[in-house]
DNA sequence: AAACAACGGTTCAATATATGAACCAGCCGA
DNA sequence: TCGGCTGGTTCATATATTGAACCGTTGTTT
């Protein structure tokens, strides 16, 4: 890897519960030299991504990550244009609700919101979703790129017991989704966990991104399951339109079907 | 420089006018080899801080950027903290308003806020301010650490006739805001602006940032000066109070004298 | 108070890594 | 068809990165 590749990593180890970290203890985390690490935060803090705290000494994100948000939200106004969507589904769900994206080969958290319904809610703090293990990530690998599938079977990472690994079972997991229109993961990445998913398109009218819902297992029912799946297409058309794209046609076909109980099937002609 | 610190030159290249930048242009911008910079671009990508367009393959800001500035903000939330105070100082005002922060040896824009009683507005689109040519950087040579003023020494750029470039300047400059307790600049970023600044202070009781106004010449007159530096005081008590800092005595009492008028002086004992 | 450990930061020889000229392939307009 | 532009790739050269050992400071333990 790059000597660059490997600064970067330094500034995605900051996160909400991590948010200082020590010189030794970013050298812990990395198995990095202590100087080779220090000089990686001096070239961040040249470049003001991250600052050292005048007190601790300990280093933390800096303003130019700031600056880069507000133009990159310029740029591509997805958050915004995701997020009043996403506070309903949440809402009407009463669940936690996500939005990825799709950037080269990784699913990234874009923005998430949650409900506040209930006591227990499903809280997911990554910043990348694992292609084989999320709904997000099938939806990416059921609707997203080519060669997406080549670039999840080098990463198999088990999560959970009911984390799928075998292609086998990741193929028939993408059949199923781009049959019902909603992928699926049924604790495979976080226990006690169901989320159901549905893509999101852009502007260039292919697949940019996920929107999905996860619910505690204990209240995942026949019922919640189809009530959600109802949310997240029309959460799917809203996002997908505010970003510039629309739902194929195809898809709407297929959320169609799997979302008319079987005896109305019968009852038409 | 170190490789890394190149490659994160590249990251700043992206601002409101350029936010999509293709190989070639980025190549012309910096001077590098085609290779070198896109093996850099590469390696942002990785990292999700750039991504490229799938149609016209140029180069943007990636979704990674949203993922650090919401965890900066949590760590330190200034600009939320600077921004309800902004507000109100513009309207007040009715100029337009920054604050800026130090990092390091440089002074970011953190935010800022127009007024919309003027169809003429000062608009400033910089993301660093110069130490020796803003009011918020005279701010930072008066009351921050030490060093500042070397740094400041090393690049004395010119960017108006009214830029002061020569040392005696700066430290006459200093002195006048050091004793006044407000810094300014007439002029000599921006010509037809006259800029005042307050220093910020945050939790550790050191300068942490400015606060400013930035008028248009013509309407500055020693009326609306005044009314200026009363609101900037007012503005730096309270941002520096949500940074978690108070502005010291000492500032305060300059203050106190720079808003008294002569006659009052000598009416007091 | 002395000893100790952990911290941030610095140095320098060894070497792994970045570099860029040249190259390829695809696209567009003339 | 040509020429110029684009994004992307290769490989010998040489430069920038590396990490063990070091220093000074801080705060804790004996």
Known sequence: MSSVGKALELLMLFNDAQPEIGLSQICRLTGKDKATAYRYLQALENSG?????????????????????????????????????????????????????????????????????????????????????????????????????????????????????????????????????????????ESDTRSIAAPLFDQSGLFAGAVSVASVATRFTPESEKMIKTRLAAASRQISRNWGGTVPDELERAWQQSLTPPHELEAAP
Chains 1, 2 share one sequence.
Do not use: W
């Open 49 to 189: 991504l991250v600052e050292q705290t005048p007190l601790t000494r300990s280093y933390r994100l800096g303003p130019a990550v700031l600056q880069l948000a507000r133009i990159r939200e310029m740029t591509v106004p997805r958050k915004s244009g995701a997020e009043s969507t996403l506070r309903e589904l949440a809402d009407a769900t009463g669940e936690t609700a996500h939005v990825t994206v799709l950037s080269g080969t990784a699913v990234f958290a874009l923005t998430s919101c949650e409900s506040h319904r209930h006591s227990t809610r499903v809280i997911i703090d990554v910043q990348t979703f694992p292609l084989h293990a999320t709904a997000s990530g099938i939806a990416a690998l059921s609707f997203g790129p080519e060669g997406l599938l080549d670039v999840a079977k080098d990463t198999l990472t088990v999560f959970t017991p009911n984390t799928a690994t075998t292609m086998k079972s990741l193929r028939a997991a993408i059949d199923e989704t781009r049959r019902s229109g909603f992928s699926r993961s049924n604790g495979g990445f």
